[in-house]
Structures are given as structure tokens and as C-alpha cells.
């Protein structure tokens, strides 16, 4: 079993939608969480930190569950700058573990 | 966040030759990181360079395949040697920006090598 696992997608969705994807993670011992975007032939650029109370960065929202070992993140409006593949991370032992990412095509 | 450079951005090498990508930072770091990321696949971490000692490198790969520099807080190499078909890949270095408990971490632009 991989230790960070997310749906491969892809997600195909109109402008507009909201879209979520969810991720797990097997090491209850994993301190910190992230989701990145990597946009295609590019790096894996930080999109947020993901804390357990749940944050918020404009029509970005990601969620933490530590007892369901379950993160989320939601795209609200979503635009066609937002076709990208999304890692959901783990940081654990001084090291990050990538989930395979999720790809999302936002479609006009 | 940080600047992060590499070179070469790309190169194709021959088979049973070594290649050295550099990765240059625009700040001192303490901890950075070389990953590998194959054809479809997500990342996988090479092994950690921290300036002043020995990188740490993870299950599946040996210093003499892969081996780092670290002379200073700003730069780091990694070598990829002996290549053969299979190292095809793209090759990041990154680098963790501390802040409290968040451990961030920035990845450079990438080398994408091709091995023939």
C-alpha cells in the first residue's frame, strides 16, 4: 500500500464547478500536510499547508481529519488556470512522501 | 520563498556516461533535497544533502549511482552515473524553508534527462 494515496482522475470539469479530491496517508506518525500543483513539464509548486483545523486561501479550501487519516482539498469557481496535476504530500521523518497527484482539465 | 536553479534544464546522454546537474540557491539553506520524478509517475526522494556531512539516501539508491556534493549553503550537485535507459527522468533539487512547524519546501525547475 502506497503511503500517501489519491484518486489518479482525471477530473474533468466546466468552468465554474467545484471540485474536491481526497487523499490518504498510512503513517498516523506524519506531522504536516500539503497539497502542490504541478502544471505540466513544470516543478511542483506549494499551493497550501494544510492544517487540522481546516484553512482557506481565497477559492481554495483544504481540510485535515487525523483520526480518518483523510485530507481534502476544494476548488470552488474553478477556472481554466486551475488544469493542473495536485499532489497531496506528507511530511514525516524529515522527508516529504508525494502522493501519484490528481489531474484536473477545466474545461470551457 | 526561494529561487532555485539547475543546470542543465535538459540534456540526452549516452548510454554508460555520467551527467552532474547542478542545483544553485539565492539563500543559505540548510537541508536540500534531490528527487526524481519518472515518465507519469510522482516524486521520489534521491536522498537529503545537508552542507558539512554526508547525504542521506533513501531505500533503492546508493551513493555510488548517485553521488552528491554539498560545498556550501547555496549549491549542491548531483551526479547521475553509469546511466542507462531506465535513469530517463526528471531530476529536481529542493530546498526546506523552515517556518516553525511547517517545513515548506521549494523545488527547482527541473532537469530533464533522456538517456539513449
Known amino acids: 500500500r502506497k503511503e500517501v494515496e489519491q484518486d489518479p482522475g482525471p477530473f474533468n470539469v466546466p468552468e465554474g464547478a467545484t471540485v474536491a479530491f481526497n487523499c490518504t496517508y498510512s503513517?498516523?506518525?506524519?506531522?504536516?500536510f500539503f497539497w502542490y500543483r504541478q502544471d505540466c513539464r513544470k516543478e511542483p509548486k506549494l499551493l497550501m499547508s494544510?492544517?487540522?483545523s481546516g484553512n482557506e486561501d481565497g477559492r481554495f479550501t483544504a481540510q485535515l481529519n487525523r483520526a480518518s487519516q483523510y485530507i481534502s482539498l476544494l476548488i470552488r469557481d474553478s477556472k481554466l488556470s486551475d488544469s493542473a496535476t495536485y499532489l497531496c504530500v506528507a511530511y514525516n521523518t524529515d522527508k516529504l512522501i508525494f502522493g501519484t497527484g490528481t489531474r484536473l482539465q477545466v474545461f470551457p | 520563498s526561494a529561487v532555485i536553479s539547475q543546470k542543465p534544464s535538459r540534456d540526452i546522454c549516452q548510454r554508460g556516461t555520467s551527467l552532474t546537474i547542478q542545483c544553485q540557491v539565492d539563500s543559505q539553506v540548510t537541508m536540500m533535497f534531490w528527487y526524481r520524478q519518472q515518465p507519469g509517475q510522482s516524486l521520489t526522494l534521491i536522498a537529503t544533502?545537508?552542507?558539512?556531512?554526508?547525504?542521506?539516501?533513501e531505500s533503492g539508491f546508493v551513493i555510488d549511482k548517485f553521488p552528491i556534493s554539498r560545498p556550501n549553503l547555496t549549491f549542491s550537485t548531483l551526479t547521475v552515473s553509469n546511466m542507462s535507459p531506465e535513469d530517463s527522468s526528471i531530476y529536481l533539487c529542493?530546498?526546506?524553508?523552515?517556518?516553525?512547524?511547517?517545513?515548506?519546501?521549494?523545488f527547482g525547475p527541473g532537469t530533464r534527462l533522456t538517456v539513449l
Open positions: 544533502a545537508n552542507q558539512g556531512s554526508e547525504a542521506t539516501y
Open positions: 503513517n498516523s506518525a506524519s506531522q504536516s
Open positions: 494544510v492544517y487540522s
Open positions: 529542493s530546498v526546506e524553508l523552515g517556518r516553525g512547524l511547517r517545513d515548506e519546501q521549494f
